[in-house]
């Protein structure tokens, strides 16, 4: 299938934050939130659990104003214009997957044969019609996330959520759900969210395809933009090392002039490199040689 045309520019945004805050037993940001992108496709990475907290109705609006196409987002899913996919939600066992999608698209319309038809159309549309008589009881993770984005897109909605598609699924399986959402984003915007990817990673593949991505931290939001801009590769990494010279280890890098600040673990660091503008990894690895120390993880901290 084609993919979804570009957005005009004076298009009613995907999601637009005004000073929004959530009431809630929750998580809370530290302060209101704003934010504004009328992109095809929207990644919101990091704590987003207030924001889906409304969408699950689970907390209320405190302050400001959340909108998906100009429409409020409280009211967006039962207005049809988004399709909602939560990350694992209960499900009725005794259902079976074809009987599931019909039902759901008969509470939408009312028709039952517009129902059968919408249910058959999304079993052919992500593969699934080998699941069409499974009882929901079961399916198996990436089944089950499958569905969602099957019930998700039923009813052809303008744009369509899919909270954290990839959360706790193998390479194999969050490589299957990830070709499933880039195909819900062929006739409608997408907004998805994920924790913060490493690199390579399923997530961080997944992130690439979108337009724009904003990301939470330490309950703020910290970095907006394209992919390639928001996942730049800094001075910063997250570095794991063994041996019996550790803290000599660590005492030669703070003389190369690296900050090196210890995790909770032992052998695990965050260290970020001497800015010189042509920061490289070797001083780690070259210290790590001299002073015997075993490298078992070296990752680039996307965001600080």
């Known amino acids: 299938m084609n993919a979804m045309?570009?957005?005009s520019e004076g298009a009613a945004p995907t999601l637009e934050l005004?000073?929004?805050?959530?009431?809630?037993?929750?998580?809370?940001?530290?302060?209101p939130l704003s934010l504004r992108s009328a992109a095809p496709r929207v990644a919101l990475v990091g704590d987003w659990e207030p924001l889906f907290q409304v969408l699950?109705?689970?907390a209320e609006v405190a302050s400001g104003a959340a909108s998906v196409l100009g429409n409020a987002l409280e009211s967006a899913i039962f207005r049809g214009i988004l399709g909602f996919a939560a990350c694992d939600p209960p499900l009725p066992g005794s259902f079976t997957v074809s009987e599931y999608l019909v039902h759901a698209a008969r509470l939408t319309h009312g028709s039952l044969s517009r129902a059968q038809k919408d249910a058959q159309r999304a079993l052919e549309r992500y593969g699934l019609v080998e699941l069409a008589k499974r009882q929901l009881g079961a399916l198996v993770s990436h089944q089950r996330r499958a569905l969602?984005?099957?019930?998700a897109t039923l009813t052809a909605p303008?744009?369509?959520?899919?909270?954290?598609?990839?959360?706790?699924?193998d390479a194999p399986s969050a490589d299957y759900i990830s070709r499933l959402c880039i195909e819900a984003a062929t006739h409608s915007r997408l907004m998805l969210s994920s924790n913060l990817p490493t690199s390579p990673s399923p997530e961080r593949s997944l992130l690439?395809?979108?337009d724009e991505v904003f990301v939470i931290a330490r309950g703020e939001l910290v970095a907006q933009g394209a992919p390639s801009s928001v996942f730049a590769v800094g001075s910063r990494y997250a570095l794991w090392v063994s041996g019996e010279k550790i803290a000599i280890f660590v005492s030669a890098l703070r003389a190369r002039g690296v900050r090196v600040d210890a995790r909770a673990e032992p052998g695990r660091f965050?260290?970020?490199?001497?800015?010189?503008?042509?920061?490289?990894t070797d001083e780690l690895l070259d210290t790590a040689l001299e002073q015997g120390v075993i490298v078992l993880q070296l990752e680039p901290l996307l965001l600080t």
């Open 5 to 7: 045309p570009a957005v």
């Open 18 to 31: 005004h000073q929004f805050a959530v009431r809630s037993a929750g998580p809370a940001w530290k302060a």
């Open 56 to 58: 699950h109705c689970r």
């Open 148 to 151: 969602g984005i099957a019930l």
């Open 158 to 169: 303008p744009v369509v959520c899919l909270e954290t598609p990839l959360r706790g699924l």
């Open 208 to 210: 690439d395809t979108c």
């Open 270 to 280: 965050h260290v970020e490199l001497p800015r010189t503008g042509n920061e490289s």
